[in-house]
């Protein structure tokens, strides 16, 4: 059974998630952390609970979903999978970065070596989640779901009563109009949402309530 630790970091207030279960292995999803206080928080959980990192998961590749890339590939030599089609946010990564009046060093960028796409099985243990490629806030979108256990980490793309913004390079808002009703919604209405940023939602609560209907 897959356990979700949640951490909020950076100024941009990202949901990093630590996924694990009993053998102790986890993937790390959105590494935020952009500092050594928030570096020391999710190390914490980790040594505390003795997990074992595996991978480090992007739903997308905006600089505040890939601030802690490298402090934590560093800290535990684990590699970086990432939708092939978002690779242009991680060669503009500074930019960005100094956009939105973010430090980062240029030097540290972590460029994928694990290329995700639709339907792929990630394993960790015995317990599964697919990837579903949901483009529309951004290139290379991508959500984890869980059919087990009826969870999805939706990244960017759904939140609660709203939806990634598609006014930045990259985005679209029919494709994340078409990425939400022709796969999201697909999935089960009990399946729990849980967020690139802010609280979780339900796909039954959003089909029924949220930005967009099905």
Do not use: W
């Not at 356990?3 to 941009?12: D, E, L, M, Q």
């Not at 999978?81 to 972590?110: Q, W």
């Amino acid at each position: 059974m897959l356990n979700i630790k949640c951490f909020s970091f950076n100024p941009i207030s990202v949901n990093t998630y630590i996924i694990y279960n009993e053998s102790k292995d986890c993937v790390i999803v959105d590494a935020g952390n952009c500092n050594s206080r928030e570096d020391n928080v999710l190390f914490d959980f980790i040594e505390k609970n003795q997990l074992n990192p595996i991978m480090i998961l992007n739903t997308h590749a905006h600089i505040d979903h890939i601030l802690g890339n490298y402090s934590t590939a560093k800290k535990y030599q684990i590699p970086l999978a990432s939708h092939p089609d978002g690779e242009e946010y991680f060669k503009s990564a500074y930019s960005y970065a100094s956009a939105f009046g973010i430090e980062y060093d240029k030097n540290n960028t972590v460029y994928p070596t694990i290329e995700l796409y639709d339907n792929q099985i990630i394993k960790i243990g015995d317990d599964e989640l697919e990837v579903i490629h949901t483009p529309g806030h951004a290139k290379g979108c991508c959500c984890f779901y869980c059919e087990e256990q009826d969870f999805l980490i939706t990244g960017d793309t759904l939140f609660l009563r709203s939806i990634g913004r598609t006014d930045l390079p990259g985005g679209s808002y029919s494709e994340i109009v078409d990425s939400i009703r022709e796969k999201l919604y697909e999935l089960p209405d009990e399946t729990v949402c849980f967020c690139g940023h802010g609280p979780n939602t339900t796909i039954g609560e959003e089909k029924k309530f949220g930005y967009i209907r099905p």
